[in-house]
C-alpha cells in the first residue's frame, strides 16, 4: 500500500468552465464550478441529468469527452494542473493514479478479453506490477469484493457474469492499480435493489480499506448518503449548495435540494374493494423452452392501480406482454369484465385492443422519431375512435390539455421534448384509444426524481378522473408507495405474495419481499451499515 | 436461355437438318433437359465433371478431353493470380484501414480515401491499360502479357503475373480497406473504448487491442467476397493480359456450347464463393467470444 498522509488536498478543481458542442453550436456544460478532495475522503456529487455532474467527474480526471471542451479554470491534481497537460501527459495518471468506474459494466467492459485481463490491464501497462503479481492481487480483489470463485472467475468474457458482478469486477479494475483517486460514475443505478446493497457494501468497504478518496457520481440520494463523507448539489452546471452528508441530510438549506429530498414522500391513500376488471388465471408462459412465467394469478380491481415488483428476470413485463396478446401463455387465460379473451392479439376485436392500453418505460424509442405528437396521437384517436379532420384535432388538443401540455407541441418532433414531456405524449397516446385498464412498464424509471414526481402524480389525477385500472410494473419501492393500492411481489416467474399495499408492506413478510423490502435504500447514512449488522455480513 | 447448341455451333448455317439431329444424337443432347442435368450432377457427385465437346465433330473423330482435365491448369492458374492479388491486397488493405482509423480526418486518411476509391471507380481493362503503359511501355520493368504454361517456372510465374495481380488489387483495396476503417470507427463509440481511454491506452494501443478484435466478423466477410471475386469474376483482366485462367475458359465454353466445361467452372464458382463464406462465418464465430464461450 502507498503511503497515503491523511488531510491533505488531492484534488482542487477551481472555477472550472465546460462546454460541449451541439446543434452547431458551443454550449455551456459546468460554469465555474469548484471542487475540494482529500485524500481518503469520499464527494458525492448529486443532480438531475444534464446537471453536469458526470462531466466534472470525469473532468476531475483531466478527461472531456469528444465534443466537450475546458474553457477555463484549473484541474489541479497533487500539484499538477491537468487543463495544462496533453492527452500523453495525462495518459500517465489515468489507469494508474486515478481510475474510473462507469454507470453501465456491461457496456464498459471490451466483449473480446477475459475479466482478469482487463482488471490488470492498466496496472500492468503502468508497470506498476509484473503480470503475475497483479493477477493474484486481481484474484484477492475479487475475494475482497465477495464475488463468487474468486481464483477462477476471471477467466470468463464479460457476456458470462452478471451485471452486478460486473460492477464489482469494474470495482477490482479500478482499485488494481492502487489509486489515489476513484472516480464512481452511478455506479449502482442499472442495478436490482437486492444487488446494489451488495455493490455498494463492497465498494464502500474497499474504499476505505485502502484509504482511497472517490468522487461518487449519483442522482439517488438515498445512495449518496451510504457513501458519501460530503455531499455537493449541482443543477445546471453550477454548484446549489455543499456540506457533510450528515449535516446536509438534515437541514438543506436551498429550496432545490429540499424538493430534491421531498420528491420519495408522495403518498397515496389506498382504496379497497371493487369489481374485479381484470383477472389473470392460472398463467405458465414459455420463452422458446424457458419457463418464463409459473401459475400466475393476479387481479386487478376496477379503478384501482396494481404494482408489479420485482428484479429484472422475475417475469414481470412477461405478463403485461401475456396481457396484451403479445406473448401466448401455454396454460391458462386472462379474463376481461369476467369474459375470457383470446390468447393471441390476432385474435381480439378492436373492441378488446382499445380497452388495454400500454405505456413503456423509454418514451425515447416507444415513438416514431419521424411523426409529430400530432401524427403519435391522433392515430389511436382515429382507428379506435373513427375521428376525423377538425374532430380529430379537437380530441388531440383535449387530449395534450389532459396531460398538461397544450397546443403549442401539436406540431413538434419526439426530440423536440425533454423525458418528461416525452413520457407524457405516451400517456396521452394511451388515453387516446379510450382505455379502461393501462399497463405501465416501468415508465418512470428512465426519468429523474423531480419529473417522475409529476409523472405520477399525473397518472394519479388521471386515474381520478377517468376511473382507469392500472397494471404498474416497477422494481423502484418508492413508486410503488406512491401510486398503488394493491402489490404483487414476483420472483423468479412467481407470485410470491398478492394484497393490499398496508398488508405488504407490514410485516411479517415471506423471505423474498423481506430481503426486497430491506434492500430499498433509506436517507439515513447508517441505514447500510446497520443492514450489513442484521444480515450478519 | 443461350439460343443453339454444340451441334448447331460446330456444324455452321449450311449443315443438313439430318446431320445435325444425328451429331446431337451421339452428344446426348437430344434427351430431355432435366435428365441431362441429372445424369451431369449424378457424374459431378462422383467426381466426373463428364467429358469436353470441343474436339469432336460430326465425321465421329473424337479428339475431346475430360473437363477435370481441361479446368485443372486453369483453374491453377487463377488460383495462383488470385493468391498473388490477395497476399497483396489483404494486408495492404487492413493496415490502411488501421491506419485510416487512427488518422481518421487527416489529410493522410483523405488521400487514401480518394486514391482508393479512384482505383475502384475506373473500370479494370482502364486500370489494367493505365498499368501498362507505365510499367511495360514506357518503362519496361514487367511484361505486359502473362502468359504463362505449366513448364514456367515458379519466378518466371511471378515476374509475369506482376502486372495482373497489381490490377486487381487495386481494385479491391478499396471495398476492404473502407470496411476495415469503417468497422473500428463505429466501434470508437462505445463505452468500453471510452473505459480504455480512462485506463491510459494509447491511441494505437485502442484501435488494436480494444477495437479491431470485436470488428473481424465484418472485415471477413467483406474480405471474403472479394477474394470470391478474385476467382470468380477476374475475366476481363485475364483478356487484357492475355492470362490462361479459369474466366478465358468459361467465356470461350460459353461461345462454342461446350455446355460441360460451362458446368464445371460455374461448379468451381460456386464452390469457391461458398467455401469462402463459410471461412469468412468461422472467422466471425472465433473472434466472437459470446458465440465461442457460451453463458
Same mark, same amino acid.
Not at chain 1, 455532474?53 to 478527461?63: D, F, Q, R, V
Not at chain 1, 394493491?486 to 419481499?513: C, D, R
Not at chain 2, 467452372?265 to 468451381?268: E, T, V
Given at each position: 500500500m502507498k503511503n497515503k498522509k491523511e488531510n491533505t488536498t488531492l484534488l482542487q478543481i477551481k472555477d472550472l468552465k465546460i462546454e460541449g458542442f451541439s446543434d452547431e453550436r458551443w454550449h455551456k456544460i459546468i460554469k465555474g464550478v469548484n471542487l475540494e478532495?482529500? $485524500?481518503?475522503?469520499?464527494?458525492?456529487?448529486?443532480?438531475?441529468?444534464?446537471?453536469? &455532474?458526470? #462531466?466534472?467527474?470525469?473532468?476531475? +480526471?483531466?478527461? /472531456? =469527452?469528444?465534443?466537450?471542451?475546458? /474553457?477555463?479554470? =484549473?484541474?489541479?491534481f497533487d500539484g499538477v494542473d491537468l487543463t495544462k497537460r496533453t492527452d500523453s501527459e495525462k495518459r500517465k495518471y489515468w489507469g494508474n493514479r486515478m481510475t474510473y468506474v462507469a454507470q453501465s459494466a456491461a457496456a464498459s467492459f471490451n466483449p473480446a478479453h477475459r475479466l482478469i485481463n482487463q482488471t490488470t490491464e492498466s496496472t500492468i501497462r503502468a508497470g506498476l506490477k509484473k503480470p503475475n503479481e497483479a493477477f493474484d492481487e486481481a484474484r484477492s480483489l475479487y475475494d475482497a469484493l465477495n464475488l463468487p470463485n474468486p481464483e477462477t472467475i476471471g477467466e470468463r468474457y464479460p457476456h458470462q457474469v452478471s451485471g452486478g458482478q460486473l460492477q464489482r469486477i469494474m470495482t477490482a479494475m479500478a482499485m488494481s492499480p492502487n489509486p489515489d483517486l476513484i472516480v464512481f460514475d452511478e455506479p449502482t443505478t442499472a442495478l436490482d435493489v437486492t444487488t446494489q446493497v451488495e455493490v455498494l457494501a463492497a465498494m464502500r468497504d474497499i474504499v476505505k480499506t485502502y484509504g482511497t478518496a472517490a468522487i461518487y457520481i449519483t442522482h439517488d440520494l438515498s445512495v449518496v448518503a451510504q457513501m458519501a463523507d460530503r455531499i455537493k448539489v449541482l443543477r445546471y452546471g453550477e454548484e446549489v449548495e455543499e456540506a457533510m452528508t450528515r449535516k446536509m441530510l438534515k437541514s438543506p438549506k436551498e429550496d432545490y435540494t429540499k424538493s430534491l429530498w421531498s420528491v420519495r414522500s408522495i403518498q397515496k391513500p389506498e382504496k379497497k374493494n371493487a369489481d374485479i376488471i381484470l383477472e389473470v388465471k392460472n398463467v405458465d408462459a414459455f420463452y422458446g423452452s424457458f419457463h418464463v412465467l409459473k401459475n400466475i394469478n393476479i387481479k386487478l380491481p376496477l379503478g384501482r392501480t396494481v404494482a408489479l415488483v420485482g428484479e429484472s428476470g422475475s417475469g414481470k413485463s412477461t405478463v403485461a406482454r401475456v396481457i396484451t396478446g403479445l406473448l401466448e401463455p401455454k396454460i391458462g387465460s386472462v379474463k376481461f369484465k369476467n369474459r375470457e379473451l383470446p390468447p393471441s392479439l390476432k385474435g381480439r376485436t378492436k373492441d378488446q385492443l382499445q380497452k388495454i392500453q400500454m405505456i413503456y418505460q423509454m418514451a425515447d424509442v416507444a415513438m416514431n422519431p419521424k411523426q409529430t405528437v400530432y401524427d403519435i396521437i391522433s392515430r389511436p384517436a382515429s382507428f379506435f375512435a373513427g375521428l376525423t379532420g377538425a374532430n380529430l384535432r379537437k380530441r388531440v388538443v383535449e387530449l395534450l390539455e389532459q396531460i398538461d401540455l397544450d397546443e403549442r407541441f401539436i406540431d413538434r418532433y419526439p426530440s423536440e421534448l425533454s423525458g418528461g414531456q416525452k413520457q407524457r405524449i405516451c400517456i396521452a397516446r394511451a388515453l387516446a384509444a379510450n382505455p379502461e385498464v393501462v399497463i405501465c412498464d416501468? %415508465? #418512470?424509471?428512465?426519468?429523474?426524481?423531480? %419529473?417522475?414526481?409529476?409523472?405520477?402524480?399525473?397518472?394519479? $389525477?388521471? =386515474?381520478?378522473?377517468?376511473?382507469?385500472?392500472?397494471?404498474?410494473? #416497477?422494481?423502484?419501492?418508492? /413508486?410503488? &408507495?406512491?401510486?398503488?393500492?394493491?402489490?404483487? %411481489? +414476483?420472483?423468479?416467474?412467481?407470485? %410470491?405474495?398478492?394484497?393490499?399495499?398496508?398488508?405488504?408492506?407490514?410485516? *411479517?413478510?415471506?423471505?423474498? #419481499?423481506?430481503?426486497?423490502?430491506?434492500?430499498? *435504500?433509506? +436517507?439515513? *447514512?447508517?441505514?447500510? /451499515?446497520?443492514?450489513? &449488522?442484521? $444480515?450478519?455480513? | 436461355m443461350l439460343p443453339g447448341d454444340f451441334g448447331q455451333a460446330i456444324l455452321g448455317q449450311a449443315a443438313l437438318p439430318e446431320t445435325v439431329a444425328a451429331f446431337r444424337q451421339e452428344l446426348g443432347l437430344d434427351k430431355p433437359a432435366y435428365i441431362r442435368y441429372f445424369d451431369w450432377a449424378l457424374g459431378a457427385i462422383q467426381g466426373d465433371l463428364g467429358t469436353s465437346f470441343s474436339g469432336r465433330n460430326a465425321s465421329g473423330a473424337d479428339r475431346s478431353a475430360e473437363v477435370v482435365d481441361k479446368i485443372a491448369p486453369r483453374l491453377w492458374n487463377t488460383l495462383f493470380l488470385a493468391s498473388m492479388a490477395a497476399l497483396i491486397a489483404v494486408p495492404l488493405s487492413l493496415i490502411l484501414g488501421i491506419l485510416t482509423a487512427l488518422y481518421r480526418n487527416s489529410f493522410f486518411d483523405r488521400s487514401v480515401n480518394t486514391a482508393t476509391l479512384t482505383t475502384i471507380s475506373f473500370p479494370e481493362f482502364f486500370v489494367a491499360y493505365i498499368l501498362i503503359l507505365f510499367f511495360a511501355s514506357l518503362n519496361q520493368i514487367f511484361p505486359s502479357l502473362a502468359n504463362v504454361d505449366p513448364d514456367t517456372n515458379f519466378g518466371e510465374r511471378i515476374y509475369r503475373t506482376a502486372l495482373p495481380a497489381f490490377t486487381l488489387t487495386l481494385v479491391i483495396v478499396a471495398h476492404m480497406m473502407r470496411m476495415t476503417r469503417a468497422a473500428i470507427i463505429n466501434l470508437l463509440a462505445s463505452p468500453y473504448i471510452q473505459m480504455a481511454k480512462l485506463s491510459g491506452a494509447s491511441q494505437t494501443e485502442i484501435i488494436l487491442k480494444h477495437a479491431l478484435p470485436n470488428a473481424w466478423a465484418p472485415i471477413a466477410t467483406v474480405i471474403a467476397f472479394n477474394l470470391a471475386y478474385l476467382v470468380v469474376g477476374v475475366v476481363v483482366v485475364e483478356v487484357v493480359f492475355v492470362y490462361p485462367g479459369v474466366g478465358q475458359l468459361m467465356v470461350d465454353a460459353v461461345r462454342t456450347r461446350d455446355i460441360p466445361v460451362v458446368q464445371g467452372?460455374?461448379?468451381?464458382f460456386a464452390v469457391t464463393y461458398i467455401l469462402l463464406n463459410l471461412i469468412a462465418d468461422i472467422i466471425g464465430i472465433v473472434t466472437n467470444p459470446r458465440l465461442l464461450h457460451p453463458k
Open positions: 478532495l482529500k $485524500r481518503g475522503e469520499v464527494l458525492g456529487l448529486i443532480g438531475e441529468s444534464g446537471a453536469g &455532474k458526470s #462531466t466534472l467527474g470525469l473532468a476531475a +480526471m483531466g478527461y /472531456t =469527452q469528444p465534443g466537450c471542451r475546458i /474553457t477555463g479554470g =484549473q484541474i489541479n416501468e %415508465v #418512470t424509471s428512465a426519468l429523474d426524481q423531480i %419529473v417522475q414526481e409529476g409523472i405520477l402524480k399525473l397518472l394519479g $389525477r388521471l =386515474q381520478k378522473d377517468l376511473n382507469l385500472s392500472y397494471i404498474f410494473i #416497477t422494481h423502484d419501492i418508492a /413508486t410503488v &408507495k406512491a401510486i398503488s393500492d394493491e402489490v404483487v %411481489v +414476483m420472483n423468479e416467474g412467481e407470485v %410470491v405474495e398478492q394484497g393490499l399495499k398496508s398488508e405488504i408492506f407490514s410485516p *411479517p413478510h415471506p423471505e423474498y #419481499t423481506e430481503l426486497l423490502l430491506s434492500s430499498v *435504500p433509506e +436517507m439515513d *447514512p447508517d441505514w447500510l /451499515t446497520d443492514l450489513l &449488522k442484521a $444480515r450478519n455480513y | 467452372c460455374a461448379l468451381i
